[in-house]
């Protein structure tokens, strides 16, 4: 699970929202503090952008990059140290920004908020290192004694809270190490290079660190743990409030855990800081002292300002880990024998850990925060030890969950030990399906996952109707224990099935335009996180092209609201807005273009090229292979022959980048493997950020051009991303990413097997044939964590559509439709589903539901789906047993709209609707998506 995704699941109970429209009257906080309320002086300008406000003088001018200035502070002096930065920053004339209100500012020290701006309260650019110094023993001196949280990416000034870091003063960006955009500052040749924002203080190679802060950086070398009878080994965890480390007590020779909570930061939702939740644990771990189900303390210890809580390193692995290991639906067809034995172990552990809370109960301890990475099972597979007690309180206590798992997270009605009874009922459902982060979203999902458990595995029906009746606050006699009342049926939980086509389709497109708000300017459509990013919720992927796109491809009503949103948030884009095909401004003109408003397209384009777009990474998602693909596509949908010559220099600069990829003999002969671990070839894999991407592209623009080189470039491209990839333990071959395998379209090698089909489609390889048929298990699966079509079920659905690999069954396709359920989730009343991290729903294409709807309409539409230039390769092998030719068209009434001739062009001159046979690659429908 992402950390970063549960602050947005803060202010709307269905949807990933930004979380400054939680705040409101009535909580007992301003909105803003008195300073950001004051109009800008005379001479200075004001705006606000994200968290900050900002402001400078109309005059002034400041260099591009430098040492900056940092102020930290606390929820309750962060209004006066405003006030006082205010004064003096207007005083001296110096551009300055702060977070303007208590809401902002928590958020930025939350337990989970990211380390890198943790702390960061105020910012002020001095124009050189005279006035830096200045800057750090004035305003120090009005500041001095002022708590705050320490900012791990800065050098402290003395003991105060300021803190100073080299870096950027205006938005610039430059490729990372992964090829992707982040912020940049010039080296010094002149070459824009990362920023690096780690958690920890750097000084660039091209900087030299001024004389008065020489001092400083001593005073922060010395504070280590020599002396200290620890040795530190390896690191177990990070968060905002500290770490959690492995090491040895030197004077026993006892492996430990050692847990640091730093100051001010990592604040839960009571307020409470790292160190006071550690204080809560050292509490809640003596009272169970001698229990047998929690770690025994061994030291208590201040370093610097950080407390640190020294416990018995306990053996053994994480139930999480645990069952990720055994469990059986990671497979197509788990044995009959395999589930009785995993359902087996599974009640065996269940019970272990009820009496092991049945334990802390005894002792009026309320664990608070139950869940699969809280439960230790020990070295013989079943024994079971807690862990993590920051949460933990007595009973008398009465104190509600402030930090909790959002899959184990109780209801506001549930107290005391109710809190705990609440996270073993949905555990017993998490050892067979672990989606029940979607009991936040809808509570009655508890009822249809039990009867999907059921289905799966051998389980005792009793066992999951008691975790339904706990989830959902069933009411039971009190004579005989019984429910009151019948509980629905799970099986009738959803609107319409996913394979039942087009009422699915019908239910979809409801659900997506009842989630429009198109009064808003920051999104159009629900969806991940990643929309609140630069671009303003207009993107491909996370934002409005995408899901209009995916209404166009299946055929539903034209959503022209959404259009005319479109064309008015992208009229004059924000400065720092992405560029590329599925983060940026390139993927919205190459659907406004499809859509018909080309003038519109053209004018983004135009401004696309007047960027330095030549120095983005080389992959599919934001790079330059999805500049290429997206220009040519324009240039056939406009008539433009001079944006076809800029995707022909895109493919130019992807062609010479392509000298630095590995050559040889890997997995199945197709390259190198290690590619990652040797420094060679890129850094990640897949379809949107590795080199299947560029492979697409050179596959497209070989069918515009015929040069062969250009396939010999595809295939080079192909055996690269090949090398990244191993054999998991379901026997698939799967993109290796060390930790972890990823099967997935996005990232993963169900992606790579989709460019693999095209380039088989044209040219014969042994090699690739055998890879794609070894990739093909990767998508049979039945159990994928999350449903969407880059990184879930949908993507598994689009490629079994569409694949021709001889050994794919009709049959695997139709399981997929089916199992989606798992993942759907009405809302009003209409079929949606869950986004990334399961914990609200989306109705984007990468995440959500307009990707499940261009999926399954790839699957059982008469004129199947396509994904962004990954166009239909066959018709599909099957049809659902929902679906029929006569079937009525729930949607028939109203005026349905096709990406087609009538409404735009893309290099079909001929008009032909998709379906007809293809002739040539460079004109058909099929080969233009």
Not at 298 to 312: I, N, P, T
Not at 405 to 422: E, Q, W
Not at 755 to 778: C, E, G, M, N, T
Request: neutral net charge; charged residues 25%.
């Amino acid at each position: 699970m992402e950390k970063r995704y549960e602050v947005f699941c803060l202010a709307d109970e269905h949807f990933y929202e930004t979380p400054d429209r939680l705040f409101g009257a009535g909580d007992g906080m301003p909105r803003h503090y008195e300073p950001a309320r004051r109009p800008a002086p005379d001479g200075w300008r004001r705006h606000l952008s994200g968290d900050w406000l900002h402001l400078s003088p109309v005059d002034g001018s400041a260099p591009a990059q430098g040492w900056k200035v940092h102020v930290s502070a606390c929820l309750d002096n962060a209004g006066t140290t405003a006030g006082v930065v205010w004064d003096y920053c207007v005083s001296h004339r110096i551009p300055f920004k702060f977070v303007p209100g208590p809401h902002h500012l928590f958020l930025r020290n939350s337990k989970y908020a990211g380390r890198g701006g943790s702390g960061k309260f105020a910012t002020l650019y001095p124009r050189d290192e005279e006035q830096l110094h200045s800057v750090l023993r004035e305003l120090g001196d009005l500041l001095d004694g002022e708590p705050g949280p320490y900012i791990l990416t800065d050098l402290r000034w003395r003991r105060g809270p300021l803190y100073v870091r080299y870096g950027g003063f205006v938005q610039r960006f430059c490729p990372g190490a992964d090829g992707r955009l982040v912020p940049a500052v010039e080296d010094g040749s002149g070459r824009l290079v990362p920023d690096r924002r780690d958690p920890v203080f750097h000084v660039p190679e091209w900087v030299v660190l001024p004389a008065f802060l020489e001092p400083e950086l001593a005073a922060r070398n010395a504070t280590t743990l020599s002396g200290l009878p620890y040795r530190i080994e390896r690191a177990l965890h990070f968060s905002n409030g500290g770490g959690v480390y492995a090491g040895h007590d030197l004077r026993t020779g006892e492996k430990v855990v050692l847990k640091e909570a730093r100051p001010h930061a990592g604040l839960a939702a009571d307020g409470a800081d790292a160190v006071t939740r550690l204080e809560r644990e050292r509490a809640a771990l003596e009272r169970l002292s001698g229990s047998g189900v929690a770690p025994e303390v061994r030291d208590w210890f201040l370093l610097g300002d950080h407390r640190f809580l020294v416990m018995e390193h306990l053996e053994g692995n994480t139930l999480n880990s645990s069952f990720g290991r055994r469990h059986p639906l990671l497979v197509a067809d788990p044995g009959p024998g395999v589930l009785a034995d995993y359902t087996a172990w599974a009640l065996r552990v269940h019970r272990s850990v009820e009496e092991a809370v049945a334990t802390l109960h005894a002792r009026g301890v309320v664990f608070n925060d139950l869940h699969l990475f809280n439960i230790l099972i020990g070295p013989d597979g079943e024994s079971v030890r807690l862990i993590d007690f920051e949460a933990a309180a007595h009973v008398d206590e009465g104190r509600r969950q402030v930090v909790a798992h959002p899959g184990f997270l109780a209801p506001a009605d549930r107290h005391g030990f109710a809190i705990d009874r609440y996270a073993l009922a949905c555990l017993r459902i998490a050892l067979f399906l672990p989606l029940t982060t979607l009991f936040a979203v809808d509570r009655g999902k508890a009822a249809h996952l039990a009867d999907a458990a059921a289905g799966e595995f051998p389980v005792p029906r009793a066992f999951l109707t008691d975790a339904v009746d706990e989830i959902t606050g069933t009411p039971r006699s009190p004579r005989t224990g019984a429910p009151r009342s019948d509980r629905r049926g799970g099986e009738r939980h959803l609107p319409v099935e996913p394979g039942d086509w087009p009422r699915s389709r019908a239910s979809m497109y409801r659900a997506i335009v009842a989630s429009a708000t198109p009064e808003r300017d920051d999104r159009l459509f629900p969806g991940d996180v990643d929309q609140f990013k630069d671009g303003g919720g207009t993107g491909l992927a996370h934002g409005a092209a995408g899901v209009l796109y995916a209404l166009a491809e299946t055929g539903c009503p034209r959503h022209e609201p959404g259009e005319e949103w479109l064309l008015r948030q992208t009229a004059a884009p924000a400065p720092g807005t992405p560029l590329g095909l599925f983060d940026g401004l390139l993927g919205t003109a190459w659907v406004l273009a499809r859509l018909g408003h080309t003038g519109h397209a053209l004018k983004l384009t135009e401004r696309v090229l007047g960027e330095r777009w030549q120095r983005l990474g080389p992959d599919l998602y934001e790079g330059l292979a999805g500049v290429a693909l997206a220009l040519d596509g324009l240039s056939r949908a406009t008539g433009e022959a001079a944006l076809h010559d800029s995707a022909l220099e895109a493919v130019q600069l992807l062609a010479d980048r392509a000298e630095r990829l590995p050559e040889g003999a890997g997995p199945l002969g197709a390259a190198p493997a290690g590619g990652n671990a040797a420094g060679r070839g890129p850094r990640r894999a897949g379809l949107l950020y590795g080199s299947s991407g560029p492979a697409l592209c050179f596959l497209r623009l070989y069918e515009r051009t015929g040069a062969p080189a250009l396939l010999e470039l595809a295939a080079r491209h192909l055996r690269a991303d090949l090398a990244h990839c191993a054999t998991d333990r379901s026997g698939a071959l799967a993109v290796d990413e060390g930790r972890r395998s990823m099967p997935y379209l996005g990232q993963g090698s169900v992606g790579i097997a989709m460019v693999l089909d095209d380039y088989l489609a044209r040219h014969d390889d042994q090699v690739f044939a055998r890879a794609r048929s070894a990739i093909l298990p990767a998508a049979t699966s039945r159990f994928y964590a999350q449903s969407g079509l880059f990184g879930g079920r949908a993507g598994m659905v689009l490629h079994l559509a569409r694949t021709t690999t001889p050994e794919a069954d009709p049959r695997r396709l139709a399981d997929q439709l089916s199992l989606l359920s798992w993942h759907a989730v009405p809302w009003h009343g209409h079929l949606a589903f869950a986004g990334d991290q399961v914990m609200r729903l989306s109705m984007d294409l990468a995440t959500g539901t307009a990707g499940c709807l261009l999926a399954i309409g790839a699957a059982l539409d008469e004129r199947p789906a396509c994904f962004p230039f990954l166009a239909p390769l066959r018709r599909p092998q099957s049809r659902s047993p929902h679906r029929g030719a006569e079937t009525e068209d729930p949607l028939a009434p109203a005026a349905s709209v096709r990406i087609s001739p009538a409404h735009r062009t893309d290099g079909n001159p001929e008009g032909r609707r998709r379906g007809e046979a293809r002739t040539d690659a460079a004109t058909s429908r099929k080969d233009a998506p």
